[in-house]
């Protein structure tokens, strides 16, 4: 019997030292299996990151129509241009219609003169074609006053530029009035039926020639402003397919980045957003920038997985310093769309969803304890903690 309970006893205790070791071990497993992390105070940011390019704001592409062949070319990739350089020239029957009017000029002048003894039809008709002129330079005049009105009342230019566009009017139309008057005198011997004859059939050369004189500027290509040669497409004797670009120009003063964004995240980006570019392989890192342009229209884009997606383009200005940055260079754009300074902060690991409420883990005393929570902004990192969590509480992040 003394035996029996022996073995009983025995049995207890061995049973008892297999749970103490199992709950120490169990225990020590559980200090083992997690990490841990504090809520600490920082600094966090809402960012958008996109692929950019560097590019000129001022930028001008000069299209083929698929219709005219390649003349001569003046300018090579990477060559600087002034203003009004020709950049390319495309064959054209202009200049030999131009020489066609002036013959029928010169022919009415031999006719005129037989009519009319003592007129210096030379003259008249010079004077004639000058008054053409005026008048179409009239009409560019007064268009260019509306629009300077329009944007004097929007507030984008100053008065004085108005005072301009309005005096250019008013120079003109004086201008005309003297040549009128300068006209009547030259043909006042000559009869009506004659003088409105001539004015009818000058006045329809003139016509002509100024037509052509703006057509021969569709077969020269010329910079419209200072810049280089960033793109040409082209050779003498080809007729470069229609929509190609032939040649293209960019003005390296005024650099941008480009970037194309996603319509969900576009929509929330708003000019003078903080913005940075970097480029690793280049060691180029610039901060401190800004978002300058937002484009109005969102377009279709191919992707690198080949789906099509809406985006936008938006651009951030570069300082001049930075004018060395060769154009065409690809850079990380980084948009900071909201930022907070002081906040509780956690691991993004420490944060889980359920039942559409999120919770992290509080580790308070070797106890492991949920908590709701209320998060605020999030970064590829961390997720401020409005509300749930104080300063230094300890949270499980695994």
């Known amino acids: 019997m003394k035996n029996k309970k022996k073995i009983i006893i025995g049995l207890i205790l061995i049973i008892a030292s297999v749970g103490i070791y199992y709950g120490y071990t169990s225990m020590m497993s559980t200090e083992e299996d997690y990490t841990s992390a504090t809520v600490f105070r920082g600094d966090i940011r809402n960012i958008f990151m996109e692929n950019g390019e560097i590019l000129s704001e001022n930028i001008n592409s000069y299209y083929s129509d698929g ?208 913005a940075s570019i970097e480029n690793k392989d280049l060691d180029l890192s610039i901060e401190n920038l800004s978002v300058t342009r937002i484009y109005p229209k969102a377009v279709a884009k191919l992707s690198e997985l080949g789906v099509v997606q809406k985006r936008v383009t938006i651009t951030v200005r570069l300082p001049d310093s930075f004018d060395q940055l060769v154009l065409g260079t690809n850079v990380d754009v980084e948009i900071t769309v909201e930022q907070k300074k002081n906040v509780l902060l956690v691991p993004e690991s420490a944060v889980f969803e359920k039942n559409r409420q999120y919770y992290v883990t509080v580790v308070d005393k070797g106890q492991m304890i949920e908590k709701q929570i209320v998060k605020g902004l999030e970064d590829s990192d961390f997720i401020e903690i409005i509300s749930g969590l104080n300063e230094g509480d300890l949270v499980r992040t695994d």
């Not at 990477?78 to 022919?107: A, M």
């Open 67 to 274: 219709m005219k062949r390649v003349e001569s070319i003046h300018v090579a990739v990477g060559d600087f241009v002034n203003t009004d350089d020709i950049l390319l020239e495309f064959e054209s029957t202009v200049d030999l219609e131009i020489e066609k009017v002036n013959q029928e000029i010169k022919s009415l002048e031999s006719a005129f003169n037989e009519v009319v003894k003592g007129v210096d039809f030379e003259t008249v008709n010079n004077v004639r074609l000058e008054i053409t002129g005026v008048r179409n330079s009239l009409a560019l005049a007064e268009e260019a006053l509306k629009r300077s009105e329009k944007l004097y009342a929007e507030g984008v230019i100053a008065k004085s530029e108005l005072d301009s566009a309005e005096l250019a009017v008013s120079q003109l139309k004086n201008q005309i009035a003297l040549l009128n008057n300068q006209y009547n005198l030259l043909v006042k011997g000559v009869s009506s039926d004659i003088k409105q004859q001539y004015e009818a059939q000058i006045g329809s050369l003139a016509v002509t020639l100024d037509i052509l004189e703006k057509t021969r500027s569709n077969y020269i290509v010329k910079a419209n402003f200072d810049g280089i040669i960033t793109e040409l497409n082209a050779f003498v004797g080809s007729i470069p397919m229609a929509g190609t670009v032939v040649v293209e120009l960019q003005d390296t003063s005024n650099k941008s980045v480009y970037a194309d964004f996603l319509v969900d995240e576009a929509v929330r980006i708003k000019e003078g957003m903080p």
